[in-house]
Structure formats: C-alpha cells, structure tokens
C-alpha cells in the first residue's frame, strides 16, 4: 500500500491526502457518477466493491480493499454503507444473490439498528477480503435518479412520534439566505434531496453568541461545519403539510420538498417551503435571530452577501 501523504480537511473529512482522496472519489462515484462512468448500481445505491476497485479512477489510485473497508470504517460523517453478500461459487459472475441479499437487509435495517448491517461487513472483511462478496453505497447525498429513497432511508412519521428529532436544521452561508427568501424556501439543487442535521439545538446557538463564543466547526452529519446561516425546520408543521422527510443511515435527515407552483402559473417545482422554517439564526458575526415566525427580523449586511461562500475553502 502507497505510503499516505499529509494532507488537511477536505471533502472527505479528516486524515491524510490519500484517505481523503479515496473518500471523495468513492463518494462522487457513488452518489453521482456510477451510472455515466459504467458501475452497476441498484435501486438502493449498492455497487460492487470489486466494480468500485475497477473502477478508472481509484485504479489510477492503485486503491487495495483494505483501503475501501478503512474508508467506511473511518469515515467522520459514516458517509458509505457496506454489506457482506458472499456469492456462490456456481454464481460468481452474477450479483443478482448479492441483489437479493441486499434487499434482505435494507428491509432488516429499516426497522433496526441501521449500522448492523454494515458492523456485520467490517466484521466479515477481517477474514475475507475477496471484494466481489461485498457491495457499497453512500449513505445520502444522491443525485443519482435510479436510486430510490424508499430503498436506503427511514420515512418520518407524525405516527411514530418517538423517532421525530427535536432539532432540524439546515446549514447555509450569508449569500445563499435572501435567494432562498425570494425564491420561497429550499431546494435540492441538483441532489434528490435537500439534508439537514439533528444539531446544535438552537438555545445552544444563541447561548453562545450571546456570550460572545463560538458555535464551533465540529463534525455533524446533513451540515458543513462553516455554515453560517441556520435554518430550524418546524418538523411536525412541515410533516402535517405534507413535506416529506427521512432519515438516512447515518443519521442525516433528507427532503426532497412538494411541489410547489410557480410564480404566475409557472411550472411547479419542488421546495421546501419558508412555511415550515422555525428560526432562522446567523452565527458567525453575531446577529443571532435573522427570521422567525415568516417574518424578516434583520437583514443581512450587504457586505455579507456579497461575499464568496467559504466552502470548499
């Protein structure tokens, strides 16, 4: 295995160049460009890991199964999933079993612990590294259309209270806010869904602002850590209205939105509607509460709106 370089945070998260290099090839193969770049991939996001290795671009990174196996067991947010799906020596050159087992256990991990499945494959991996008995996905973040969001995540349900999440929140940056307000609420913007995090809870925000702190950059899942803008989503006011929201595998909530008319007639597209925000918080130059309740509290300095967004940065 090449010797790891140093490298910084990156897309995929903390470790070293070629960790990260590994984790942004996988996740952009794997939510974006499997079917143009030739991967088999099923309704649930699965591809083989043996397709993944072959794959152009982790070959020219002469990526070894350890190397996939570490990345899903590494990896800050639990970006990608792994099941183990041994297939028949009479079957090998098929992955209709390897299909079949996977369904098995999307329906398994829809009513329990959502993580089995992939502990069971890392267990698995310790004692046998053929690639072709193993299937990957990403865990959120498709745009892949052929993916099915009934097939890899949770369903909200105003019926099952107890798994609502307290706290829903969408993080954005100071020149992204008034283009959501003008054009009425959230949009996916290229992925199947739009995705939240299950935190910080919002007394802790303006606790800390109002004390002059910080809110941090620490690792959440559904949000980048220099997000500036945060969104809080009324969860059951938006479920009531008919939004519907999931849960992914590694604990990220996900909407695609309802559709919406445009203006004057427009064609409809689809939204998370201004309807179903809570509080809207700016948390890094200290203004603290920007919207609540559908109205306007503070407008964002244009200086502030003007700038590049930091991501990427």
């Keep these: 295995m090449p010797k790891p370089s140093r490298g910084g945070r990156g897309g995929g998260g903390r470790g070293s160049g070629r960790e990260v290099a590994i984790s942004k090839a996988l996740s952009y193969a794997l939510r974006h460009a499997a079917e143009r770049e030739g991967l088999k991939i099923d309704s649930q996001g699965y591809v083989n890991v043996a397709d993944v290795l072959a794959w152009r671009k982790l070959r020219s990174l ?6 996939i196996v570490s990345a899903v067991e590494t990896s800050d947010k639990k970006r990608f999933a792994l099941l183990y799906a041994p297939q028949s020596e009479t079957s090998a050159s ?22 089995t499945a992939t502990a069971k494959a890392l267990t698995a991996s310790t004692t046998d590294q053929n690639a072709n008995n193993y299937l990957i996905r990403a865990t959120q973040g498709h745009s892949i259309k052929s993916v099915e969001a009934e ?50 809870a919002i007394d802790s925000v303006l606790g800390a602002i109002g004390k002059g702190g910080s809110t941090g950059d620490g690792v959440i899942s559904g949000m980048r850590g220099d997000a500036q803008v945060l969104i809080y989503i009324n969860l059951r006011k938006a479920l009531e209205g008919g939004c519907p929201f999931w849960r992914s595998e590694n604990g990220v909530i996900l909407s695609e939105g309802m559709s919406v008319t445009g203006k004057e007639g427009g064609e409809s597209t689809k939204v998370i509607p201004v309807d179903f925000f809570d509080v809207v918080v700016e948390r890094r130059k200290g203004l603290g509460k920007i919207w609540e309740a559908g109205e306007v509290l503070q407008t964002l300095p244009k200086e502030l709106t003007s700038r590049r967004n930091p991501k990427g940065r």
């Design 151 to 200: 097939a890899l995540l949770e369903r909200l349900s105003l019926n099952d209270p107890e798994k609502l999440p307290e706290t829903v929140v969408h993080g954005t940056y100071h020149s992204v806010w008034p283009m959501i307000l003008e054009s009425g609420g959230l949009r996916c913007m290229g992925r199947n869904h739009a995705h939240f995090a299950t935190g910080p």
């Design 94 to 115: 098929s992955t209709e079993e390897a299909e079949a087992e996977a369904e098995a256990e999307a329906e398994q991990e829809a009513t329990a612990a959502t993580a």
């Design 62 to 67: 002469k990526v070894s199964f350890a190397e």
